[in-house]
């Protein structure tokens, strides 16, 4: 059950981010909790980049902690790595971990976000995917964020960038548990599955790790990069995913105190469970 204060601060946002729209300003939502708050979550998710009264984003962040909290934030603590839990005997098998859950949940250095070309999240409200996800639990800081990243880039490169596949981009985590977020673009597969879609991405995972060991972020959680809207093979992603982090850790293993694959699909936990028998 949700309590009086956070449900004051629901009805503050909505009214406040309907305001903000000017579209949905006059936007009918009924009293039921649940629709309320995915209410918010569209007017979040639509919301183009740009600044929001310090009060409105003081509000929001004070809402979207206490919901990270009612979720259950889980700690590295409470994930074992896989010589645990699986009696893994891969070679790093105290440094990894499989965990099967919402991603925004772990309290860890840096959670991994798939995300797209335009790098400013997902504008579909309520979708499914992790980069709205991400951005729904984070709050409208990471988008803003990431438009200024964008904008640096554009004006460097011109107007038409987009952010190529493989690369890996460094944030704060703002509300979530996790300290940062790592974006990274990763390769749609469309007719067939060729060599160069594989390494690129391999050069997600590479380059996701190499930011981290750059930048002194001990525990990582990867989600499965590209197997959802990407249409990346389950099992050649999960091959892919093992090989490249166990190459990385062969030469930065003392950089790592726990490199977590995060699932969301049981046929995604069976295939990682697979690989690091």
């Known amino acids: 059950m949700t309590d009086r204060k956070q449900e004051e601060r629901l009805d503050y946002l909505i009214r406040k981010f309907k305001e903000d729209s000017g579209r949905y300003r ?12 995915m209410a918010l979550r569209s007017l979040m998710n639509i919301r183009m980049p740009g600044e929001m009264a310090e009060d409105v984003v003081r509000i929001q962040d004070e809402f979207l902690s206490e919901e990270a909290e009612e979720k259950g934030i889980v700690t590295l603590d409470e994930i074992p790595a896989v010589a645990e839990q699986y009696g893994s005997r891969h ?13 925004t949940r772990l309290q860890v250095g840096a959670i991994v976000n798939a995300a797209n070309s335009q790098m400013l999240g997902c504008f579909v409200p309520c979708h499914r995917c992790i980069d709205n ?50 974006h990274t673009v990763g390769p749609i597969v469309g007719v067939r599955l060729t060599q160069a879609l594989r390494e690129d991405l391999r050069n997600c995972y590479r380059n996701v790790l190499q930011c981290c ?20 093979p ?44």
């Open 234 to 277: 389950n099992d050649e992603a999960a091959k892919i995913a093992v090989e490249t982090v166990t190459e990385f850790l062969r030469g930065h293993e003392d950089k790592f105190d726990r490199i977590v694959f995060n699932v969301f699909k049981d046929v995604d936990r069976e295939l990682y469970e697979e690989e690091l028998k």
């Open 133 to 182: 996800a991400i951005h729904s639990a984070a709050g409208i800081e990471l988008r803003e964020e990431c438009s200024h990243y964008m904008n640096r880039r554009k004006m460097q490169y011109g107007s038409r960038y987009e952010e190529p596949t493989g690369q890996a981009v460094l944030t704060k985590g703002y509300n979530l548990p996790a300290k940062y977020v790592i």
């Open 213 to 232: 060991a750059e930048n002194q972020i001990r525990s990582v959680a990867f989600c499965c990069i590209s197997t959802g809207e990407f249409h990346f």
């Open 91 to 103: 070679l790093f098998a105290d440094k990894i971990s499989i965990w099967q859950g919402d991603i």
């Open 26 to 37: 006059d936007l009918e939502v009924s009293d039921d909790y649940t629709e309320k708050r």
